[in-house]
């Protein structure tokens, strides 16, 4: 299981409306080393991606380990995005927990919601969790729904 981490500055809003495949930001996005967003999107299988805030991530361990623990039994890929780039010394706490950022969009960080997270199935959108609330129902579904099944 690929559990990549992605470092984004994205607008949770625009990124939630335009996830199907061939039609948008998912598929346009790209970050400052030239990679896309797309190819870190698996089009067979269950992708989740979640935009966190690399302050409130890495002191908050509980809401990144769940997603992680879930990537690593096997219920989806795991494509972990920050809405703004680390300090260094996120950086090295994201390499201690065996994250490797995978590079940064160029979109206003005052733009991203988060936490946000999104599950694709086969690369089209299946659901969305806007805010810390949600976060807990949809990871409570992703396990309840076992290795890519969501």
């Not at 990549?4 to 199907?20: D, R, Y």
């Not at 896309?36 to 690399?54: E, K, N, Q, Y």
């Not at 302050?55 to 809405?83: E, I, K, T």
Request: charged share 15%; net charge negative.
């Amino acid at each position: 299981m690929q559990v990549a981490a992605a470092i984004s500055l994205m607008s949770g809003a625009l990124f939630c409306t335009v996830l199907e495949r061939g039609t948008g930001f998912v598929d346009t996005a790209t970050f400052v080393d030239g990679s896309v967003l797309r190819d870190l999107i698996s089009d067979d299988g269950c992708t989740a991606i979640t935009i966190l805030d690399p302050v409130q991530c890495l002191s908050c361990d509980g809401l990144l380990g769940q997603w992680v623990r879930l990537a690593q039994a096997g219920h989806f890929d795991l494509v972990v995005l920050l809405n703004q780039p680390p300090t260094v010394n996120q950086e090295q706490r994201f390499t201690l927990r065996r994250m490797t950022p995978a590079g940064v969009l160029a979109v206003p960080r005052s733009a991203t919601k988060v936490p946000s997270s999104y599950v694709l199935r086969d690369g089209v959108a299946m659901d969305s969790a806007i805010g810390l609330a949600a976060q807990m129902p949809l990871l409570s579904w992703l396990e309840s729904e076992g290795p890519m099944d969501c």
